[in-house]
Every structure is written in structure tokens, then in C-alpha cells.
């Protein structure tokens, strides 16, 4: 049987010229929007904001809470260090931000408040929260589980851990977490949905419809966590693959992220200004590039390689913006692999009653010595990492470059510890 061949989506300059049309449209309706919402927040000297908390922590002698307004805008107040924890509530406030202009709107704000009114109502979201607690006996283990699940932040010591073992970005809800929630929904709908589908509508296109089904299921999950940037962009890839592969075009592809990137930032400008966004981009990016030029070795080759590519690629970036090495940072590497079993077994042993029976293993993991050292390395590292993997899209010598350039920083670390 003859093999049918994927196509690119776009071929032509007048391909790329409607593609860029399209998403010029977007994002002047998109910033035409956000400045509405500017304008309508600062034309008097104070506003009534229904917003949510999405964090809320001491510092000093006063509370910083960090709000989500019902227009989508993110800023951040004070308030006095005996206001109660109002953390996943719908608050109503008064707020002060005649000062700020609008590239600070979109940023992130600070404005003095004054809070009115508190939705007392327990919402999902504690509810389910209050249920792990009573599980998890372990404080920490609870705390790990509440990231993991409900995208809640760690207190400071526990993230500088995992930071030290190379394995926040295990904790923090993104597209590998959206990677294995899919295909996990997809073998408990399929067989399921195969049964009626033989005896009551066999004309249906079994596919599209599981798609639908994991999709919807997964758009009201990322709403529910507050549609992090992270997962924003996986999903909106999710989306934009699955409607491309069904058309018939081609999807480990470049183009496929960057239709994903820009679509994003012409519905949501504000993602322009958040690092963890970019991280996300730039890790699918190397998953891509992997596949490219290694498409054609076996499935397991590809399963062994991919995490030592990634922990490779990725690390220049980590000790620019963080700079967290230990000894045990190249063992994320394992760890993530793991984590692909860790992660469906602990929802599938939450949902029949034993959410308990993996804390061990979390507490063997926080109790390991993590000693970490900083490494503060120029920025202008990471810019010759960003050239170098730009152009090894053209140029198998400048992969074989951009592999000898990131070996070398990872042996420095590791030299810088010794």
C-alpha cells in the first residue's frame, strides 16, 4: 500500500502573507480589547475590580496578594498581615491604578486596594484540595500533590529542592503533563466509546470524536487551574496539531509551532512577558528538532534519547535565568522518564482510594542532601545557544555545533561542583 505524504500548510509566499494577515487582525482586535479594559480601570481614580487570588503571602509587615481579574488582567496588592487567607476566592475590591500606563496593564501591575466583599462560598477547587489534604498525612507529600494536581505554588524551600534536582518543571502543570493526561484519557474513552460506536452510529469518525471528548475535558481542566501559560500554549498546540494531522498536513513541524505561537500571542498578548511561556516554547522547539533529524530511528531509540536531548538543550537556559546546579541535576533526566509512569499511576491509585501509597517514595526525594552552588552565566551564553539552534534547522553542522557547545557548559557544571 502506498504511503500517503503529509504536506506543509504553507508552501508559498501568499500562504505566509494571509497566515500573517490573519494574526495582524488578531492581535489589533486583542489589543484593542486589553486597551478598553485599560482605559475603563483608569478613567477614575478608583475601580471596583472582581478579581481572583491566585497567591497570597507575608512579606514584612503586610500580605502581597496576587490577583486575577475577571478581564483577564494580572496585578498585584497589599493587604494587612491579619487579613485572613483568601487564597482560590473571588474577591471584590476597590482599586487604585490611575498611574499606570498600559505596557504595565498587560505586564503586570501593582495598584493599592481595598477589599470590599469575599465570596465565602467553598469553590472546586478547595474542595478538592481539602480532599488530598485528608489523604496525604504528610505535609509535604500533600504540598507536592497540590502542585501537581491543582497548580498550587510550593512553599519556597520545597521549590529551591526540586530546583536543585532539576525537576521543577515536573511540578509545574505544562504540555508534558497535558501529553500524558491525553494519551491516559485516550485509552479509558477509547474502547468505551468503540463498543456504542459499532452498535449505534458506526458512520462516525471515531477520531474527531475522542478528540472532542479529550479536548473538551481538558479545556475545562485548564480553565479550572486558571489556563497557566504553560498549558495555554500546550493545548492551543493540541488544538492546531490535531486539526492539522486530520487535514492531512504535516505536524512535528516548525511551522505547526510557530502557527501555535503566533496565534497565541495574537489572542493573548500578555504571554509576550512571561519567561515560563517561553520555556515552554523553546522546550517543544528542541522536541522538534530532535524528531527531525532523528525521525527515522526506532520508537524505543527515540524514547532512551529524547530526555538526555532535552535536559541537554534546555540547560543553558536554567542556569541563565536560575542557576541552581547540584549533583543530582543530572539525575533529572531519570526522574523524568520516570515521571511518565509516576504521574497516571498516582491519579489512578488517588481515584480508588490508596493516594497515599507512593509518599514514601516523595519523601525519600526530598530527603536527599541538594546542596546546591549558583552559576551565573552571561546572557550573552544563551544567545549564542538561541543562534546556534536557529540555524541547525538549515544546517546539520550547526547541530553538530549547538550538541559540542551545550556538552561543554554541562561539563563545566559539573567541574564548577566538583
Known amino acids: 500500500m502506498t504511503k500517503i505524504e503529509r504536506v506543509e500548510l504553507l508552501s508559498s509566499k501568499k500562504d505566509f502573507f494571509y497566515l500573517f494577515a490573519l494574526f495582524t487582525f488578531l492581535l489589533i482586535f486583542s489589543l484593542a480589547k486589553e486597551y478598553y479594559n485599560y482605559k475603563e480601570l483608569t478613567k477614575f481614580d ?86 488530598l489534604s485528608k489523604v496525604h498525612a ?3 507529600s500533600d504540598r507536592i500533590y497540590q502542585a501537581l494536581y491543582l497548580a498550587k505554588p510550593l ?96 505536524i512535528i513541524s516548525i511551522q505547526t509551532l510557530l ?39 526506532s520508537k524505543v531509540w527515540q524514547f532512551l534519547l529524547l530526555p538526555f536531548w532535552v535536559y541537554l538543550m534546555m540547560l543553558p537556559y536554567s542556569l541563565t535565568l536560575f542557576g541552581n546546579f547540584s549533583l543530582y541535576h543530572p539525575l533529572s533526566i531519570l526522574f523524568t522518564s520516570l515521571f511518565t509512569l509516576f504521574y497516571p499511576l498516582s491519579i489512578f491509585l488517588h481515584f480508588i482510594g490508596f493516594g497515599d501509597s507512593l509518599d514514601s517514595i516523595l519523601q525519600i526525594l526530598v530527603q536527599l542532601d541538594t546542596q546546591a552552588v549558583k552559576i551565573s552565566l552571561s546572557k550573552s551564553i544563551l544567545y549564542i545557544e538561541i543562534l546556534l539552534s536557529l540555524l541547525a534547522l538549515y544546517k546539520k553542522e550547526a547541530l553538530v555545533t549547538l550538541l559540542i557547545y551545550n556538552f561543554s557548559i554541562f561539563i563545566y557544571s559539573i567541574y564548577y561542583i566538583a
Open 155 to 250: 512553599p519556597y524551600q520545597l521549590q529551591q529542592k526540586f530546583s536543585n534536582l532539576g525537576v521543577s518543571h515536573l511540578l509545574a502543570i505544562s504540555g508534558f503533563h497535558l501529553g500524558v493526561l491525553s494519551t491516559l484519557l485516550f485509552f479509558i474513552i477509547k474502547y468505551p466509546y468503540t463498543l456504542l460506536q459499532n452498535n449505534f452510529f458506526p458512520y462516525r469518525n471515531a477520531k474527531r470524536d475522542i478528540f472532542f471528548i479529550i479536548s473538551t475535558i481538558l479545556l475545562f481542566y485548564m480553565f479550572f487551574l486558571d489556563s497557566p501559560p504553560s498549558l495555554l500554549r500546550s493545548y492551543a498546540m493540541l488544538i492546531v496539531g490535531f486539526i492539522l494531522y486530520d487535514k492531512g498536513v504535516k
Open 259 to 297: 502557527i501555535s505561537i503566533l496565534l497565541l500571542l495574537a489572542l493573548f498578548p500578555r504571554l509576550i512577558f512571561s519567561i515560563g511561556f517561553f520555556l515552554s516554547i523553546s522546550g517543544v522547539f528542541y522536541i522538534f528538532l530532535f524528531l527531525i533529524y532523528f525521525e527515522k530511528k
Open 138 to 140: 504528610d505535609k509535604v
Open 46 to 131: 478608583s475601580q471596583l475590580v472582581h478579581a481572583k487570588v491566585l497567591k497570597q503571602y507575608q512579606k514584612k509587615n503586610h500580605q502581597v496578594l496576587k490577583l486575577k481579574s475577571n478581564d483577564g488582567s494580572i496585578f498585584y496588592s497589599i493587604t494587612s498581615k491579619k487579613t485572613p487567607n483568601y487564597k482560590d476566592k473571588n474577591i471584590e475590591l476597590e482599586v487604585w491604578a490611575g498611574k499606570i500606563n498600559f505596557l504595565s496593564y498587560l505586564k503586570g501591575f501593582f495598584a493599592f486596594s481595598k477589599i470590599i466583599k469575599v465570596d465565602t462560598h467553598s469553590t472546586y477547587k478547595e474542595k478538592i484540595s481539602h480532599s
